[in-house]
């Protein structure tokens, strides 16, 4: 019976190291997977985010040429404008000195 006992012992202990590798390989496993998910959620998330900065950066580039584009036709149009004034203004002069003379 102690012979059996011992026999029994030993074989429990087997089955207990077989079941303790199998359940730590597991875990390995897993472990191994959840690292690896981990690093490619932080590769994707920088991948994402160099994009948006791309984004993001094309929008303000638009953006300034957009205000360069409108300070020089504003600045163009203003010196058309003034150039039209200045004409009617000689204009109105040159009647006025034509009126004068006239009187004179």
Known sequence: VSARKANTFKMKKIIFRLVNSVLVRGLEEWK?????????RIKSHKVVYR???????RACE???QH???????KTKS??????FLHGALAAALDGWCQNAQELV
Do not use: F, G, P, S
């Open 62 to 64: 638009r953006w300034r």
């Open 51 to 57: 994009l948006r900065n791309t984004c993001i950066v």
């Open 78 to 83: 203003l010196k058309i404008v003034a150039r």
């Open 32 to 40: 191994v997977e959840t690292r690896a998910r981990k690093q490619l």
């Open 67 to 73: 205000t360069a584009e409108h300070t020089l036709l």
